[in-house]
């Protein structure tokens, strides 16, 4: 799998109204896995941007 399609799936997580586990759950995704995609995609973002860190759609 290429960090393209790593970066895609973090961004999918994030715009889901589900929480990183549910939504790792529902696609059969290892949640460290996907862990890890999102800590690397955050720091490659904060280094770039100085984005704020964000694992995935947060509810209230």
Known sequence: MTN????????ECRKSAMTAKEWCASKGINY??????????????RNA????MQWCQFSN
Do not use: G, H
Not at 4 to 11: G, Q
Not at 32 to 45: F, G, H, L, P, V
């Open 32 to 45: 460290s896995t996907y862990m890890q995609w999102a800590s690397r995609i955050n720091k490659e973002d």
């Open 4 to 11: 393209s399609d790593k970066r895609a799936l973090v961004e």
């Open 49 to 52: 941007t100085s984005k704020p």
